[in-house]
């Protein structure tokens, strides 16, 4: 059973493109979770995802960021216009059910120049 | 609200010493705990977890007793290996409600 899985594992985007990170979650889970670590510091909550429907967005600022989980293919997290302090790791994980235990990918690393 | 507080590292220890790592945490109701490791370049690993009071969370020699008297969830090794080198993360979650992570702890471990 494949793990989460991310890509790309590394971005590199200039200041004011857009960044475009995807997940696809371990089979047969349905709920996608997406983290940003900043350099030296833990994980903060971002988004909560099922099928089609965003479950919770309390994490996410509310501009330039966006996510959404398709009913076809992976989850995608936008960054929009990209400045260079969104420059962390983002990672995502995934769970059977809601809120509970969640496994995580590799993370993408988006490094804003 | 709910949070939760990790010893700062980084620690650096001897192979074969004994490990431990203090988190502690704020949480109204009944949370589950977690301990999760993240090796370099790597994405976060699920190490143990305890969901009610008393709970021993264990696996590849790595423990922690969920304690509520003291609101505390340390990680303890007998004896750690250079491979166990590596950041911890404590975390914390309820039922319908998300993770709380600690900032990490970093560990070195020199042969």
């Known amino acids: 059973n494949a793990g989460v899985m991310q890509n790309p594992r590394h971005l590199v985007r200039r200041r004011g493109q857009e960044a475009r990170l995807r997940c696809s979650p371990m089979?047969?889970?349905?709920?996608v979770y997406w983290y940003r670590q900043l350099p030296e510091e833990g994980l903060k909550f971002m988004v909560y995802?099922?099928?089609?429907?965003?479950?919770?967005e309390s994490g996410m600022p509310k501009e330039r960021f966006s996510a959404e989980f398709p009913k076809e293919g992976p989850s995608i997290l936008r960054i929009q216009q990209v400045v260079r302090g969104d420059s962390a790791a983002y990672f995502c994980a995934s769970s059977p059910e809601g809120w509970e235990t969640q496994y995580f990918g590799p993370g993408t690393r988006l490094l804003v120049l | 609200g709910d949070s939760v507080t990790q010893m700062e590292g980084p620690v650096t220890l001897s192979e074969e010493a004994f490990l431990t790592i203090n988190c502690t945490y704020t949480?109204?109701?009944?949370?589950?705990l977690f301990w999760y490791v993240q090796y370099p370049g790597e994405g976060l690993q699920l190490l143990l977890k305890?969901?009610?009071?008393?709970d021993k969370g264990s696996n590849k020699g790595f423990e922690a007793t969920y304690r509520k008297e003291t609101t505390s969830f340390h990680l303890e090794k007998g004896s750690v290996q250079v491979s166990d080198s590596a950041v911890y993360f404590c975390a914390l979650m309820k039922k319908g409600n998300q993770f709380y992570f600690g900032t990490g702890t970093s560990l070195t471990v020199i042969p």
């Open positions: 995802l099922q099928k089609e429907n965003i479950i919770d």
């Open positions: 089979k047969g889970h349905s709920h």
């Open positions: 949480a109204t109701g009944y949370p589950s």
């Open positions: 305890a969901t009610k009071a008393d």
